[in-house]
């Protein structure tokens, strides 16, 4: 099983890159799950026409009870791709990292793995903090790899080294590692050159890029990814390409 978390600086187009990826995958015949991680709860939005699913933490805050059934808090996707949020706290009231936690907690409860048996598992997970709940996906084994998603902004830089360095703490328990960095332009001056140093000092290679494109905003305000829209463009042979590389990765470990 192929186990990944994305993570980024909040705005860097995370849930862009995976949703994109889960879709790529999904297109290839692998059997997929997506976990956003983000108390925003909009990373599988377009995976689902637009219509956005209703988080695991909201459930249970709304209902005072567990879900019983796994359908309760998923949804079957673009592809047969199984969706599923996190979501958060009431906005103001307690930590948004344990929406993740009890989350976790109670997919494992669930046997989520075990019965539905997925090739792939993405975890799109927020970076601008790095403990708690969001260090869950490397910390506690869910992931494996962590592709980390960045532009050439000096932000966007600053979070992508944290994240580096909190996955790096995590090596010696055999936790997740960084697979690399997935470059989302934003067409900042000398971008490539930024970004291609910074891979550079911490010794973790550009393994994907993502051209600035209107395409994904027009096919996002469809609701869809744009491998859903148009899964032969240039932009979408980009995340086709990230896939295969992970896959062949995988294979090759």
Excluded at 122 to 147: H, N, S, W
Excluded at 217 to 224: A, L, N, P, S, V
Aim: charged fraction near 25%; include cysteine.
């Amino acid at each position: 099983m192929l186990k990944v978390a994305i993570y980024g600086k909040g705005g860097i187009g995370k849930s862009t890159v995976t949703s994109n990826l889960a879709a790529a995958f999904a297109n290839m015949g692998k059997r997929v799950i997506q976990i956003g991680c983000d108390p925003k709860a909009d990373s599988t939005i377009n995976l689902l026409g637009g219509e956005p699913l209703r988080p695991v933490m909201n459930f249970m805050r709304e209902e005072d009870e567990e879900p019983d059934e796994l359908a309760q808090i998923s949804k079957e996707g673009y592809g047969g791709i199984l969706c599923i949020e996190t979501g958060g706290p009431t906005p103001g009231l307690g930590c948004a990292g344990r929406g993740i936690i009890a989350t976790f907690q109670l997919l494992e409860d669930m046997d989520l793995f075990a019965h539905y048996k997925p090739d792939v598992v993405l975890y799109d997970v927020l970076g601008d903090v790095v403990c708690g709940g969001f260090a869950a996906p490397i910390r506690e084994g869910y992931a494996e790899k962590v592709l980390i998603v960045t532009s050439g902004e000096k932000m966007a830089l600053y979070a992508a080294n944290n994240i580096s360095s909190a996955v790096r703490n995590f090596e010696d328990r055999s936790y997740a590692r960084v697979f690399g960095i997935v470059l989302n332009h934003r067409n900042v001056e000398n971008e490539m050159e930024k970004v291609q140093a910074f891979s550079e000092k911490i010794g973790v290679p550009i393994v994907g890029e993502v051209p600035r494109s209107d395409e994904i905003i027009r096919w996002e305000d469809q609701g869809k990814t744009v491998i859903e829209g148009n899964p032969d463009s240039e932009i979408s042979k980009c995340f086709f390409d990230l896939a295969e590389l992970l896959l062949k990765e995988e294979e090759n470990a």
